[in-house]
């Protein structure tokens, strides 16, 4: 039962434009799929409007001050105390993994014990930035190095923990 960061940016610090990724990697969503799959998410809504639906096999909550907004098949809560206690009283040993965008990654970054981070090698448009983080808080634990011929870039899996 941990709390983790994932999330995909590129060397210039950029995580989408136009809500939208702006690459595509189908090895980093695969790995996606692999780490939060049969887990909890928690993203804010319009990240998930960006993936217009729940994703499947996996608990959805999203984060939105709308305290009228509903959502079939995700559960709505309205700040980030809401979403850990609903978290750490459900008493399961999933994860919960915080999926985005940047409000949220910024809001729940000092609750997490680990970071999953792809890293794309190479300068992005965009309009939604990661945030900035004490990178003296984690240690690298684990880092894969792979290339994307679509993208023409080499990029990065890298798993950190909290020091």
Same mark, same amino acid.
């Given at each position: 039962?941990?709390?983790?960061l994932?999330?995909?940016?590129?060397?210039?610090n950029?995580?989408? %434009?136009?809500?939208? !990724? @702006?690459?595509?990697?189908?090895?980093? #969503?695969?790995?996606?799929? +692999? =780490?939060?799959?049969?887990?909890?998410?928690?993203?804010?809504?319009?990240?998930?409007?960006? %993936?217009?639906?729940? !994703? @499947?096999?996996?608990?959805?909550?999203? #984060?939105?001050?709308?305290? +009228? =907004?509903?959502?079939?098949?995700?559960?709505?809560?309205?700040?980030?105390?809401?979403?850990?206690?609903?978290?750490?009283?459900?008493?399961?040993?999933?994860?919960?993994?915080?999926?985005?965008?940047?409000?949220?990654?910024?809001?729940?970054?000092?609750?997490?014990d680990?970071?999953n981070?792809?890293?794309?090698?190479?300068?992005?448009?965009?309009?939604?930035?990661?945030?900035?983080?004490?990178?003296?808080?984690?240690?690298?634990?684990?880092?894969?190095?792979?290339?994307?011929?679509?993208?023409?870039?080499?990029?990065?899996?890298?798993?950190?923990?909290?020091?």
């Open positions: 039962m941990s709390i983790n994932i999330c995909a940016l590129s060397k210039n950029i995580i989408g %434009i136009n809500n939208k !990724l @702006p690459w595509n990697i189908s090895e980093d #969503l695969k790995r996606f799929k +692999d =780490l939060t799959s049969e887990n909890w998410i928690v993203m804010g809504r319009k990240t998930f409007d960006s %993936i217009g639906r729940p !994703l @499947p096999n996996r608990r959805n909550v999203i #984060l939105s001050e709308n305290l +009228d =907004l509903k959502i079939s098949g995700a559960e709505v809560l309205h700040s980030p105390q809401e979403v850990l206690n609903l978290y750490y009283a459900d008493g399961d040993e999933k994860d919960l993994f915080v999926i985005g965008g940047t409000f949220i990654y910024k809001i729940f970054i000092k609750h997490c680990y970071l981070i792809t890293y794309v090698d190479k300068e992005y448009e965009g309009d939604a930035y990661f945030p900035k983080i004490n990178w003296n808080e984690w240690s690298l634990e684990n880092e894969v190095k792979s290339y994307d011929e679509g993208e023409k870039a080499d990029f990065y899996f890298r798993d950190f923990k909290r020091i």
